[in-house]
């Protein structure tokens, strides 16, 4: 049994951050130990808005303390981490995964720089996106941004996919060994697809599935790629065959959200996919 601290936000309703990541993991056959940084209503996108409230400094590092205190933070293989409140929450996800890897070397740190969008509605606080760029990016084993992250992070424009592939070593040579863009947008091969690309020590690879032409896009399908290529990478999958299982399980579920003509990701009813994806697309070397 795999082990994931999950740190991130917390919606009571709907699916985003550890709301999409926590269940999924789960179902995978991962224990998974929740850290909220955030806990909203919903998430931030809804039109009508939101209450809720940012977790305290120091509330991280005091759950990492006692953890360390009952002898159980050496069991966890890894960090997940995503949406934070501030960056001095940033620092102290840092501080965790130092404190885990002193424990367990082996232990993985996945990094989601959710970095939000004015597009989209996403709201994160000042400071986070300067925070992902000049302190995590070192400590990270595995990095996941999308196309807007990725040219934050890395200071470029990005239209190509060749550009995009040429970021994303930009950002292993400063850390990360694996990076997976979540989501070409413009710069894809086929405008009317999602695709994604993976880079790692194996090379570069390519996937795509279908857009579903949704009324009001889903939020957390960032959230839940992050949560389902970790697990898949826990679970004892390469690189390549982790990135087909999560595409292939994303897909499903957001199939059956299309189905369902819902807005939110619906998880419970698609769960056969995240834990027996249906692999019908691979990944494409390039």
Not at 18 to 43: D, L, Y
Not at 124 to 151: C, H, S
Not at 270 to 278: D, K
């Amino acid at each position: 049994m795999k082990r994931v601290l999950s740190i991130q936000s917390h919606v009571v309703f709907g699916c985003a951050g550890n709301s999409a990541a926590v269940f999924p993991m789960r179902r995978m056959g991962i224990e998974v130990w929740p850290v909220n940084t955030v806990q909203f209503s919903n998430h931030t996108q809804y039109r009508e808005g939101w209450q809720g409230m940012r977790m305290p400094d120091g509330h991280i590092g005091e759950l990492m303390t006692g953890l360390a205190d009952i002898g159980v933070l050496g069991q966890c293989d890894g960090i997940l981490s995503g949406y934070l409140g501030s960056p001095e929450q940033g620092e102290e996800v840092l501080a965790a995964v130092a404190q885990l890897k002193a424990l367990n070397p082996a232990a993985l740190y996945f990094c989601d720089p959710v970095m939000g969008g004015p597009d989209k509605g996403c709201v994160v606080a000042p400071g986070v996106a300067t925070f992902f760029r000049t302190q995590a990016l070192a400590a990270a084993d595995m990095l996941a941004p999308n196309l807007l992250e990725l040219e934050r992070l890395t200071g470029r424009a990005i239209n190509t996919l060749g550009e995009a592939l040429a970021a994303c070593e930009a950002l292993r040579a400063l850390g990360p060994r694996l990076v997976m863009v979540k989501h070409l947008g413009r710069a894809a091969v086929h405008p009317d697809r999602f695709e994604m690309v993976l880079v790692c020590d194996q090379g570069a690879f390519h996937l795509s599935r279908l857009l579903y032409p949704f009324e009001r896009q889903p939020i957390g399908v960032g959230d839940l790629l992050s949560a389902t290529m970790l697990a898949n990478l826990l679970s004892g999958c390469d690189p390549v065959t982790a990135f087909e299982r999560t595409n292939a399980s994303v897909d499903g579920v957001l199939a059956c959200t299309w189905r369902a003509r819902a807005s939110e990701l619906q998880l419970v009813a698609a769960q056969a996919a995240l834990a027996e994806p249906q692999v019908l697309t691979h990944a494409t070397r390039l």
